[in-house]
């Protein structure tokens, strides 16, 4: 086996509140003052690695938005030139972008300008390193950019200790470094493999465990079978 056995627990669905901020608090607090109307930007721009979680950010934000629709800049092949009724469009991976979406995007940048609507993006690279249509790439650098950090190791741990207390048990510390070694290094990635490994746990009737994550995941060494759900950065 090279991945879960069971594919019995729901997504981990990513949210405001379970986003583990570490040291992107001040983005954090921005992106909730923006959604909230108690500051006044309406154009946000997130930047940083993958696994630092602007993935997540921009699908709380949606989740939380009515009249929201998030597009996947490497899979969109258009993009609305007009807000229309939508409150909130999040594109995800700007940068990934296909020429024709650029010049959408063109367009939809000066149509939100002049709406009511938000425009939240998010980018491996800083506003100035784009690599698109210039009159695309000049409108999404005057937006109010954040870059966020990738958590570290030990901020992941505790990311997992907190979500298995919220689910009422206890994570033994060598599952945790079980995890860190063997599977996606993304938060996401670790929480919706700690939700399917309880899955299974429960439906198996034994506790979380190496042994029982080696059984579950398929892996004996570091680097084999290191395939999980794709949840983005």
């Not at 909230?36 to 921009?58: D, I, N, Q, T, W």
């Not at 010049?103 to 980018?123: G, I, K, Q, T, Y």
């Amino acid at each position: 086996m090279k991945q879960l056995v069971l594919d019995v627990a729901p997504a981990f669905l990513p949210s405001l509140d379970n986003f583990v901020a570490g040291p992107n608090s001040e983005v954090l607090a921005a992106l909730r003052g923006v959604l909230s109307g108690a500051r006044r930007e309406r154009l946000l721009y997130l930047f940083g690695p993958v696994g630092s979680g602007k993935s997540h950010l921009l699908k709380a934000a949606v989740a939380v938005t009515p009249g929201a629709q998030l597009f996947e800049g490497k899979t969109a092949n258009a993009l609305p030139r007009e807000a229309g009724a939508l409150k909130l469009i999040a594109i995800d991976d700007v940068d990934a972008l296909a020429a024709a979406a650029q010049e959408d995007l063109f367009h939809l940048f000066n149509a939100v300008r002049v709406s009511d609507a938000l425009l939240l993006v998010s980018a491996v690279t800083a506003p100035g390193q784009l690599r698109l249509r210039l009159d695309a790439a000049t409108r999404l650098a005057s937006m109010l950019a954040y870059a966020l950090q990738p958590l570290s190791d030990a901020e992941k741990a505790q990311a997992l200790r907190q979500h298995a207390a919220q689910k009422g048990f206890t994570l033994g510390e060598e599952v945790i470094d079980f995890l860190l070694k063997h599977w996606r290094r993304d938060l996401p990635s670790l929480m919706a493999a700690l939700e399917q490994l309880d899955a299974y746990s429960l439906a198996t009737h034994r506790p979380i465990s190496v042994p029982l994550l080696k059984q579950a995941i398929g892996v004996g060494m570091k680097g084999e079978g290191a395939t999980s759900i794709d949840t983005g950065g």
